[in-house]
């Protein structure tokens, strides 16, 4: 039996993942995260990303978007707290693109209601939509 770390992904509304996976890759502050069985204990902030979850057994990864977050890594445990979560299947392209343009109308147009942090969150979650959409693309 191959070594497998147990993860979940968890949004604020329902548990997206939880299963026995062989590796974990998602977009760290810093860069692109890998996690393996008996990983140092590590907390930190996630960015709008791809969680790909390598389970055990199967040839194809699990493909989860999140936007933003914290990951907790614990030698037998991976837990991804995520405002929003959904999954790979799940994702609509033609949404994440009309977020992507009204985010980036928002950025132009300085008189709209919308603050240019939030426009700028905005745009990067939907950037990051359209990331993991694509990822998921050439994987079939």
């Known amino acids: 039996m191959a070594h497998t770390i147990h993860v979940d992904v968890v949004s604020a509304e329902e548990l997206i993942f939880s299963g026995e ?25 996630i960015k709008p990303g791809a969680v790909r979850i390598k389970i055990a057994g199967q040839a194809e990864d699990e493909l989860v978007f999140v936007a933003g977050g914290i990951l907790e890594v614990q030698p037998n445990t991976v837990t991804v707290l995520a405002d929003t979560a ?19 109308e928002a950025l132009v147009n300085r008189d709209s209601k919308i603050d240019y942090a939030q426009a700028q969150a905005e745009l990067a979650v939907a950037i990051a939509q359209l990331a993991a959409i694509a990822k998921l693309r050439v994987k079939r």
């Open 21 to 45: 996976a062989e590796f974990v890759a998602l977009p760290g502050e810093s860069g692109e995260l890998g996690i393996y069985p008996k990983h140092t204990p590590l907390i930190t902030r």
């Open 86 to 104: 959904i999954r790979g299947r799940d994702l609509d392209e033609a949404k994440a693109e009309e977020a992507k343009k009204k985010a980036e």
